[in-house]
């Protein structure tokens, strides 16, 4: 069982820069592929970003290339979400999730994440 829990949220100016946090309660986690989800209100959940367990692979929507990075320290149990140039329509609830899939299509798949965390909100003012 993996335990994720988000942090970094809230209220933010549309040009800001916040940064989010999710901390992995499980002995193994440099052993899974850690992605970032976003849910807007009365939208679809859509995928952000992942890293793979080593960090070597990112992936990123395209909507977020270029604005956010992702990055891990497996030291601490951490993935954390740099989200720089935040637009209003970057406002949603985002979850940070695990799985240990490899291929590239499972890791922009929110149906193969296993576990998930209880979800930041991130609101950006214009």
């Known amino acids: 069982q993996v335990q994720l829990v988000e942090s970094g949220g809230g209220l933010v100016q549309a040009g800001g820069s916040p940064r989010l946090s999710c901390v992995a309660s499980?002995?193994?986690?440099?052993?899974?592929?850690m992605g970032w989800f976003r849910h807007a209100p009365g939208k679809e959940r859509e995928f952000v970003s992942a890293l793979t367990w080593r960090g070597d692979d990112t992936y990123y929507a395209d909507f977020v290339k270029g604005r956010f990075t992702i990055s891990r320290d497996n030291a601490k149990n951490t993935v954390s979400l740099q989200m720089n140039s935040l637009k209003p329509e970057d406002t949603a609830v985002y979850y940070c999730a695990a799985n240990l899939e490899r291929s590239t299509l499972a890791i922009l798949t929110a149906s193969t994440y296993a576990f998930w965390g209880q979800g930041t909100q991130v609101t950006v003012s214009s």
């Open positions: 499980v002995d193994t986690f440099s052993g899974y592929t």
